[in-house]
């Protein structure tokens, strides 16, 4: 058979109508087609969707990191280490969506590894995964009890705090993901009013137009300067401001994490191919606008060495834009703030929280984690796993106690990395997709969503991904300690024994291109699309380029 006879389209690979040799059908044991048990149901709409494209994992890490990495590397530093961790989270969300445009099911990313890499990368990197998001839950919730000692510093009254914001996020997720998506459309508006808001009052008191009248202009890249040291090479300042740059990438990266909550919400969402190749291409968007822009305002109105800025209070008081309001004269609106930061943690915490449970649920549909967790009730909530997701939030409660507190840091420092083997493994996975696609004839360019930068990006992000990895934690040989070291490094062992392990268990083998499933359990678009009605009048033409 020619060339010629191999080709054929996304759409033909989706419909089935394959040519005899051609349709490559992978073994059962592989649960490639779980359609009959995956029992989610798609109630996210476009709106949804967009908003938590947009916002959905805001959280501390960009309204209260950008402090310390302005402190850490500097204007011109901090600016540097977010334009490349954005184009690394970019690299990976265009992997993701143009493998969910094909295959918009249950699983997600864990799942195309298994599917096109090997079933022990799947099993790797789902449970990595889930293990980086359910952590990050208790954090966010520490977070944002943090932030209510802004008005009530009486610390006996923590734990009550605590538990109550656990109620909620938890709440939120066991009343369906209808109820998520509403809570989410609700938190992602007032998060992105504020960012807008800080974008634009920092730009008004850097033009000069607060109550002092005093324009700052870029006087602080003059003085202290662009860029800051570590403090690790004191006597050699060019070394010590490029290990800045080092350890401010590790920590942008916080700000960055969960951005691929859209795609594995994809199973639930209506129109999913449709609706995440429109969000996937607004991301670019979304980095340039609420990170970079961002991230290079702050570093016109605060100085990096401004003493406000090390304390770590964990409320609004550390935010740049706080610093800068006080420093102004504006009084009114750091509550303000405050209150929309809290609101941020809340909503990344409840945004994690789903994305572990449907993580879980997915490992659980293919056999790599207890069949338990896959039930699902009648109106497709995956209860088991979400109540099971949901356990991890107590961990927060240690934070009340100083002792516990210790073993809690450990936790997240455990967890640091695994969002660096998520993005890795989906850039990974893409580069084998990719190969699969051409080997067998397939048009991308038929998908929904397709980039014309691919496979490059994927390269790209995937190098990046290994280094951000090996760097982690660099600064711990300064001043070496085995508990450092360990915290920073020891998920690697874990991700590749996690890898290996089931790869001898279950003598998985890496697929070769021509051995690659593109068809089993991908339901067709005529079974995932709704009719497209294209916006009438002023307001849904609004609605269509804001949701």
Known sequence: MSNEDHKFDADSVEKNQLDVGVHVVADRKHNFDVASIDLVQRRLKQRHVQMIAIAGTLGTGLF?????????????????????????????????????????????????????????????????????????????????????????????????????????????NVFGVRYFGEAEFVFSLIKLTMITGLILVGLIIDLGGSPNH????????????????????PTHVGLDRFLGILNVLVQASFSFQGMELVAIAASETESPRRNIAKAVRRVFFRILVFYILGIFITGLIVPYNDPNLLQSTGTAAQSPYVIAMTNAGIKVLPSIINAGVMTSAFSAANSFLFCSSRILYGLALRGQAPK??????????????????????????????????????????????????????????YLFFHRGMKYQGIDRTKLHYWNRLQPWLSIWGLSWCIFFILINGFSVFWSFTAA?????????????????????????????????DFVTGIPTPEETEGPYYPPVGFWEKLAAILF
């Open 64 to 172: 209260l990191g950008s402090g310390k990495a302005l402190s850490g590397a500097g204007p011109v530093g901090a600016l540097i280490a977010y334009a490349l961790v954005g184009s690394v989270a970019y690299s990976s969300l265009c992997s993701i969506g143009e493998m969910t445009s094909h295959a918009p099911i249950s699983g997600t990313f864990p799942h195309f590894a298994a599917r096109w890499v090997d079933p022990a990368l799947g099993f790797a990197v789902g449970w990595n995964y889930f293990y980086t998001n359910v952590i990050t839950v208790p954090v966010e919730i520490t977070g944002a009890q943090i932030l209510i000692t802004y008005w009530d510093s009486n610390t006996n009254r923590a734990g009550i705090y605590t538990a109550i914001i656990i109620v909620f996020a938890c709440a939120t």
């Open 214 to 233: 005093h324009r700052l202009g870029f006087q602080y890249w003059k003085n202290p300067g662009v860029l800051a040291g570590a403090q690790l090479e």
């Open 372 to 429: 338990i967790f896959a039930r699902c009730t009648n109106s497709g909530l995956p209860h088991i796993a979400v109540g099971f997701s949901s356990i991890f939030a107590l961990l927060a409660l240690m934070n009340i106690k100083s002792g516990s507190a210790t073993v809690f840091n450990w936790f997240v420092n455990l967890s640091t990395v695994g969002g660096f083997f998520g993005w890795g493994s989906i850039n990974l996975t």
């Open 484 to 516: 450092g070291f360990l915290t920073a490094y020891i998920n690697i062992p874990l991700f590749f024994s996690l890898y290996f392990g089931w790869k001898y268990v279950k003598k998985t083998e890496i697929w070769k291109p021509e051995e690659m």
